[in-house]
């Protein structure tokens, strides 16, 4: 099949986006070796296959159930350990943790 053909079964689509996001879009596509066009027609290919996200747009990185616990014990300041002043005593710490659980 040309390339013509291929082109002529091909149907434009638009979107918008913000102008950093479009710069960064066109910046990662390049980085990676792909086209901008090529990314939206594997993500559509994706998102059709599935009947919606490739990915859980909650949780994009896809980070597991004990993960996002961790991060936002973390980010509320719970079940933290520490300041430790050295690797040593961090260890040691985890250590006793283990030995009490």
């Known amino acids: 099949m040309s390339t013509r053909a291929v082109k002529e079964k091909m149907e434009p689509?638009?979107?918008?986006l913000k102008p950093d996001e479009k710069r960064e879009f066109l910046r990662v596509a390049d980085r990676i070796g792909t086209t901008p066009s090529n990314a939206i027609r594997i993500f559509v290919a994706?998102?059709?296959?599935r009947g919606g996200f490739p990915f859980d747009?909650?949780?994009p990185?896809?980070?597991n159930r004990q993960t996002l616990a961790a991060m936002e014990d973390?980010?509320?300041?719970r079940d933290l350990s520490g300041p430790y002043g050295?690797?040593?005593e961090a260890r040691a710490?985890?250590?006793a943790e283990d030995e009490n659980a």
């Open 86 to 88: 050295s690797a040593r």
């Open 46 to 49: 994706a998102f059709n296959r």
């Open 57 to 59: 747009p909650s949780n």
């Open 93 to 95: 710490a985890i250590l």
């Open 74 to 77: 973390a980010a509320l300041g």
């Open 13 to 16: 689509i638009t979107a918008k």
């Open 61 to 63: 990185l896809g980070y």
